[in-house]
């Protein structure tokens, strides 16, 4: 099983991007899924996670901003992200539990301008 995210760029603050993260190869049962960050200076931090029932929860920064789904039958998580703001840029990453396994994609950047 390999992660594919996309969707990152550069915009301007006040802009949006929607990210996706697309599993391939086998995989038949889809636990939780997580969208990761990491900024500048910062940790890794977990932005926003959805459970396999599509249930969610944001770190209190983006809360009302950005907004997590899924598609099991395309096993794809998005993350929305609107109203983008220059502490918002950074490295975002997947991960993804299949088969009881955990999976991590690749980064894909995010720069939001001021």
Not at 4 to 9: C, I, M, V
Request: aromatic share 8%; proline share 3%.
């Amino acid at each position: 099983v390999q992660l594919q995210a996309s969707g990152g760029g550069l915009v301007e603050a006040g802009g949006s991007l929607r990210l996706s993260c697309v599993a391939s190869g086998s995989g038949s049962s889809f636990g939780p899924a997580t969208w990761f960050r990491q900024t500048p200076g910062q940790q890794r931090e977990s932005v926003a996670q959805i459970s396999m029932g599509g249930s969610t929860t944001y770190i209190d920064s983006v809360k009302g901003r950005f907004t997590v789904s899924r598609d099991n039958a395309k096993k794809t998580v998005y993350l929305q992200m609107n109203s983008l703001k220059p502490e918002d840029t950074g490295i975002y990453f997947c991960h993804m539990v299949i088969n009881l396994k955990n999976y991590f994609g690749q980064g894909t950047l995010v720069t939001v301008s001021s």
